[in-house]
């Protein structure tokens, strides 16, 4: 049986399937996204300031009339905000956005890159400096980065006091991030799963459609279960009802352990192609 919840390294619980929000439009197809979202039974969002619908889920939060305390809200620091007066700036306005007065988890988003920035370690401690203010005011429950490589992880970690609790990186069939995720593994980081689906490439991967077949599932099920069982937590995205119903779904089944190496095992087959070392955004 798999836990519907994971604790981070502060004994935070985090729901094991979140809903993810990137490419939603603003407006009524984000309010109307997430409403479905809360009413199939997720409580784990995971937002961010530039994906332009924070106000939009934050309408959709407050008209739900939800339980705070059930609810499990991430948002990400846009790159354009980095440094340590920054964030603070941009964690009020994302927070006013979303009409919350704390966050469970707050990330950044993509590390600062050697490519662009000679000082890229000196911008991302600087940056976490804030993470860890406002973490320690309470005003976020964990905090964690998103798009770290062991070498960003292992730089920011020697020149800060608290250790990221989570890094949200691209994960998908034939794309594991192993060496990510094992540091992450030795270093009590929870790793999430951006693009579980690799934004809907997998849907047509003809060995993934053959097991999702054996247990009478969908692709999409198949590839948010396959994280759960690879201890990663899914931020599936979807704006359709009923693919937001079937991706929770996914805790009546149990891909069996040959399968698991069989996904495991496969190559590369599409992905986002962003490598965080390279991007110039
Ligand atoms: P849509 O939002 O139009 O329903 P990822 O989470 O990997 O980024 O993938 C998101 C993409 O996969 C979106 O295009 C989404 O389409 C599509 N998608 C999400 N869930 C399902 C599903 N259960 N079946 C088919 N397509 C899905």
């Known amino acids: 049986m798999l836990n519907k919840t994971v604790k981070l390294a502060n004994g935070y619980e985090i729901p094991s399937v979140g809903f993810g929000t990137w490419q939603t439009p603003d407006g ?3 309010v109307a996204a997430v409403k479905e979202a809360l009413s199939d039974g997720y ?3 995971d937002c961010a300031a530039v994906y332009g619908n924070e106000k939009s889920i934050g309408k959709a939060l ?5 339980d705070r305390s059930r609810l499990f809200i991430t948002s990400k620091l846009w790159n354009t905000e980095r440094g340590y007066d920054k964030t603070i700036a941009a964690f009020e306005k994302t927070l006013a956005d979303l009409q919350l007065d704390y966050l469970d988890l707050y990330l950044i988003h993509w590390t600062a890159n050697a490519k662009q920035f000679p000082n ?3 911008i991302n401690a600087d940056t976490w400096r ?3 203010y406002l ?5 976020i429950k964990a905090i964690g980065v998103s798009n770290f490589k062991t070498h960003h992880l292992e730089a920011l970690i020697a020149d800060s006091k608290i250790k990221p609790m989570v890094d949200q990186i691209e994960f998908h069939p034939g794309f594991m991030q192993t060496e990510t995720v094992t540091f992450c593994r030795e270093n009590g980081i929870a790793v999430e799963a951006w693009s579980p689906l690799g934004t809907g490439k997998m849907l047509q991967n003809e060995t993934l459609k053959t097991i999702a077949d054996k247990y009478g599932v969908s692709v999409a099920q198949l590839c948010i279960r396959w994280c759960l069982q690879n201890d990663v937590i899914p931020l599936p995205k979807s704006v359709t009802p009923n693919r937001i119903q ?4 996914v805790f009546g089944f149990e891909i069996g352990a040959e399968d698991m190496e069989v996904i ?3 190559e590369y087959c599409g992905g986002s192609g962003l490598d965080p070392d390279e991007i110039d955004f």
């Open 120 to 122: 890229w370690r000196e």
């Open 130 to 132: 804030a993470f860890e």
């Open 28 to 30: 009524a197809t984000a």
């Open 246 to 249: 079937q991706n929770i779904d």
């Open 43 to 45: 409580t784990h969002l």
């Open 62 to 66: 407050k008209e739900s009339g939800y």
């Open 264 to 266: 495991n095992a496969m």
């Open 135 to 139: 973490y320690e005011q309470g005003r």
